[in-house]
């Protein structure tokens, strides 16, 4: 069952989607968002001319200053990788489009043109390496399956193999279910951050993570030129029980519940962790918002409650993952006691919504759509399509202005402020 309708609104838009000429990762590690960004300034309707104009501006040169990986080899001249090759080359970053003529091959010999029965086969074994690239993966593949219009499949073939070629696995066989007694996200949130300071986890768990392997150790070796990315994956090596004793809403809540839970759960992260000077929002927290809407778009595939909810566990253990690896750690429990205080019950009324759409969200929409900075535009698509669906709450709409600004991001020194 699909989360959102199809976009049908253009043939130039879906070919666009279809598009073969750039890599998924350029400057050795860095996911292509040109896909991303036009699927959201779509389905914020905006102005065709606006959509092309993005995707050419963006393939010319990144908001990075850096430009995408141009494809050199024909696509017709790739061979395939092997179903052997597909599970062993898992999150070795090798291969890429070798994996894609596998999964283009398979989709259409095997399963006849089914996008479904393709996710279905092939995404689960995956989901538990979702942190992988950032979460870039989880979101190629969710996007897609967002725009896709039951006849273009491309883009679901790139992101399925995306988020198998940038696999970091969350390690679930370490997880602890229903370890600690907590009936909803907040009392979590408020465990973690009084541990993370008693316990002094930025030392005695992310410090001494980060130290045990170095540039020669052989560990995860391709993601070396990274930088967080690299340290993330030894926090994930490593994990402290935070991470892997699980709550006991994580298993009592449906998996509906669950979800909106999460999401309320990233856009509080996001909140508190907005840069006290100025505002804006936290570059790296922003994914696990976009991350979860592109798992859901899987999860709603596949279809399968038990899957459902292995991988929302999976994301939970991520996001406090991401949390703790970026530079500021965990928020203290006195900044996560004033978000909730201020947005953990507040809801716009039904009398004020009419105004809201046409005031407020069309003056952020109006923001969002010349944005050079392509995760905003996701933002407030995301969290837009949230406050309508979850009753308009306002923590949402808070999150959806708290525009993020694009980083600095070289190899080695790249870091998120959190």
């Given at each position: 069952m ?78 395939p990788?092997t ?88 390690h ?56 967080f ?21 994580l ?105 809201l ?38 923590g ?12 600095n ?7 998120f402020?959190?």
């Amino acid at each position: 069952m699909r989360v959102t309708a199809p976009i049908a609104r253009s043939a130039a838009f879906q070919q666009l989607l279809s598009n073969r000429a750039f890599d998924i990762e350029f400057n050795g590690y860095l996911s292509n968002h040109a896909k991303h960004a036009i699927i959201a300034l779509e389905r914020l309707n905006a102005p065709e001319s606006r959509v092309q104009g993005y995707w050419d501006f963006y393939t010319r040169l990144t908001p990075y200053n850096l430009s995408l990986h141009r494809v050199t080899e024909p696509y017709d001249h790739v061979p395939p990788c092997t179903l052997e090759e597909w599970t062993s080359l898992r999150g070795k970053k090798l291969q890429f489009w070798n994996m894609c003529k596998f999964l283009d091959i398979e989709l259409n010999e095997r399963f006849h043109g089914s996008v479904e029965q393709l996710v279905k086969t092939y995404a689960p074994d995956t989901l538990s390496g979702l942190a992988g690239a950032l979460t870039h993966g989880i979101i190629h593949l969710g996007w897609a399956l967002d725009a896709y219009d039951g006849k273009h499949p491309w883009m679901v073939i790139e992101g399925l193999a995306y988020i198998n070629f940038s696999y970091l696995s969350l390690h679930p066989e370490t997880f602890e279910h229903s370890a600690i007694q907590e009936t909803c996200p907040a009392e979590s949130l408020r465990r973690m951050a009084i541990v993370w300071q008693q316990d002094n986890l930025a030392d005695t768990w992310i410090a001494a993570a980060k130290k045990k392997y170095d540039e020669n150790s052989g560990f995860h070796e391709e993601l070396i030129p990274a930088g967080f990315q690299w340290e993330l994956s030894k926090v994930l090596d490593q994990p402290h029980e935070i991470m892997t004793k699980l709550p006991t809403w994580l298993d009592a809540m449906s998996v509906d519940e669950l979800t909106e839970e999460l999401y309320k759960t990233s856009v509080l992260a996001y909140l508190v962790t907005r840069d006290e000077s100025d505002g804006h929002g936290n570059f790296l927290v922003l994914h696990l918002i976009t991350s979860l809407w592109g798992l859901e778009q899987v999860l709603s595939v596949i279809d399968d409650e038990k899957i459902s909810r292995d991988a929302l566990k999976c994301y939970y253990a991520a996001m406090v993952g991401l949390l703790s690896t970026s530079a500021s750690g965990i928020p203290s429990v006195e900044a996560i006691d004033d978000v909730l205080a201020t947005f953990g019950s507040s809801f716009d009324s039904n009398d004020r919504i009419q105004d809201l759409e046409k005031i407020e969200w069309s003056a952020i929409v109006a923001r969002a759509i010349p944005e050079e900075e392509e995760h905003n535009i996701k933002l407030v698509y995301v969290t837009r399509e949230l406050w309508r669906r979850y009753n308009y709450w306002t923590g949402f709409r808070e999150a959806a202005s708290a525009f993020t600004l694009t980083p600095n991001i070289g190899p080695s020194s790249a870091s998120f402020k959190a």
